[in-house]
Antibody, heavy 121, light 113 residues
Framework: QLQLQESGPGLVKPSETLSLTCTVS??????????WGWIRQPPGKGLEWIGT???????YYNPSLKSRVTISVDTSNNQFSLNLSPVTAADTAVYYC?????????????WGQGTLVTVSS | DIVMTQSPDSLAVSLGERATINCKSS????????????LAWYQQKPRQPPKLLIH???TRESGVPDRFSGSGSGTDFTLTISSLQAEDVAVYYC?????????FGQGTKLEIK
């Protein structure tokens, strides 16, 4: 059974960098069949797609965040990561990693449990 | 960006009755070359991640009860729960993955009447 688990600091100061890692187990991130994404959800609000990566390193970003986002992949550790910088209070959210069911243009069929990141001094 | 608008924002339905949630996209998400609608539905319960119910507008994900069905094409879509169960209380989201940025509807909160 595929599992995804987000990890990283739960508190980040304004103007600093938010860094999260998603560890994939029960399957290989290097599978040519799938893409991997990050989605966030501010408390009490809806879902926002942040970006998507393929094991080769190809990336697709939300234009609204593109200037501040970097998504990378580490196939040797079966992980992919999110960096967002600089952050403001508006970046406070639950951050989810997820797998696309196939290509980058497909639904998300497996999700991590999510991790709350609070931006505050 | 494609704007996804769900209606209603909240809905209360009696157990065993039908629940219908609508989703309208600001432009078509039907890809003509493969005749597929790039539209998914998710269910989110409190303190849980979203769960994929339906993709390609009408394809039920494995393990999803058959009381859940999706329909529609182009810009207008519907999620129907044929006979509401207590465990269906959740927020439901539609999502388009036709183009970047992928976007979600604002959510519809479903409760028991």
């Amino acid at each position: 059974q595929l599992q995804l688990q987000e990890s990283g600091p739960g508190l980040v100061k304004p103007s600093e960098t938010l860094s999260l890692t998603c560890t994939v187990s029960g399957g290989s991130i290097s599978s040519s069949s799938y893409h991997w994404g990050w989605i966030r959800q501010p408390p009490g609000k809806g879902l926002e797609w942040i970006g998507t990566i393929y094991y080769s390193g190809s990336t697709y970003y939300n234009p609204s965040l593109k200037s501040r986002v970097t998504i990378s992949v580490d196939t040797s550790n079966n992980q992919f990561s999110l960096n967002l910088s600089p952050v403001t209070a508006a970046d406070t959210a639950v951050y989810y990693c997820a797998r696309h069911a196939s290509s980058a243009w497909s639904a998300f069929d497996y999700w991590g449990q999510g991790t709350l990141v609070t931006v505050s001094s | 960006d494609i704007v996804m608008t769900q209606s209603p924002d909240s809905l209360a339905v009696s157990l065993g009755e039908r629940a219908t949630i609508n989703c309208k996209s600001s432009q078509s998400v039907l890809y003509s070359s493969n005749n597929k609608n790039y539209l998914a539905w998710y269910q989110q319960k409190p303190r849980q991640p979203p769960k994929l119910l339906i993709h390609w507008a009408s394809t039920r994900e494995s393990g999803v009860p058959d009381r859940f069905s999706g329909s529609g094409s182009g810009t207008d879509f519907t999620l129907t729960i044929s006979s509401l169960q207590a465990e269906d209380v959740a927020v439901y989201y539609c999502q388009q993955y036709y183009t970047t940025p992928q976007t979600f509807g604002q959510g519809t909160k479903l409760e028991i009447k």
